[in-house]
């Protein structure tokens, strides 16, 4: 059966520049979550939707990142104005409920900023 | 604050032995524990939960422990083999999301 996919599965962008990942979750998933992993790190939480509702953006690391899922299944990270230290794999997993179950991961994204 | 500590430095065996992979955790008390397994290009692959009243869970060749007072859970893999070699990674529940550690690289030689 289809995983969760991404694209692109790799984004080269100049520095200043927009850029918008996007994911499919595994369908029917209500819970998508966004990560961003760097070289060597573990996954560090960015966002949370439960449908269409984004109940937690915590990990967002600044008002650059922006986030939907309009209409409960596909869903968007954008970052404006990329930096440097943008540069990481951006990771999107979805899960049939909320807590207490797996995540099912996608292959990421992976961005480098100029 | 919360911190979780894995093995940072990659664990080698050989081939049939046991690996054990540790991680301990500070400043935190999670309702549950789950271990991932992650390859090179590809995001995590679950492979086991474990609940804080559990002390012991199974699958196959995989065993995790959750030691509650310790602050640590251990994950074994028996019998290893060379396609076992990955970095496997231990997340921890915080309210609504996964807290994850850093992972541990493990390298199964013939």
């Known amino acids: 059966g289809a995983g969760v996919s991404q694209s692109p599965r790799y984004k080269v962008a100049k520095r200043g520049q927009d850029v918008a990942l996007r994911c499919d979750p595994i369908s029917g998933h209500v819970s998508l979550f966004w990560y961003q992993q760097a070289l060597g790190q573990g996954p560090e939480f960015l966002t949370y939707f439960q449908n269409e509702a984004q109940l937690d953006k915590s990990g967002l690391p600044s008002d650059r990142f922006f986030a939907e899922r309009p209409e409960g299944s596909v869903s968007t990270l954008k970052i404006q104005r990329t930096q440097q230290e943008d540069s990481a794999v951006y990771l999107c997993?979805?899960?049939?409920?909320?807590?207490?179950?797996?995540?099912?991961f996608g292959p990421g994204t992976r961005l480098t900023v100029l | 604050s919360q911190k979780i500590e894995q093995n940072s430095e990659a664990l080698n065996i050989q081939e049939g032995k046991t690996a054990t992979l540790t991680c301990n955790y500070t400043?935190?008390?999670?309702?549950?524990l789950q271990w991932y397994r992650q390859d090179p290009g590809r995001g995590p692959v679950f492979l086991l939960l474990i609940r804080e009243n559990e002390k012991e869970k199974r699958k196959e060749r995989l065993k995790v422990t959750f030691d509650t007072t310790l602050k640590q859970s251990l994950f074994h893999i028996t019998a290893s083999q060379p396609a076992d070699s990955a970095t496997y990674l231990c997340?921890?529940?915080?309210?609504?999301?996964?807290?994850f550690g850093t992972g541990t690289r493990l390298q199964v030689f013939p």
């Open positions: 997340a921890l529940d915080n309210t609504d999301k996964l807290i």
């Open positions: 997993a979805s899960s049939s409920h909320m807590g207490y179950n797996e995540q099912f």
């Open positions: 400043n935190y008390s999670p309702a549950y």
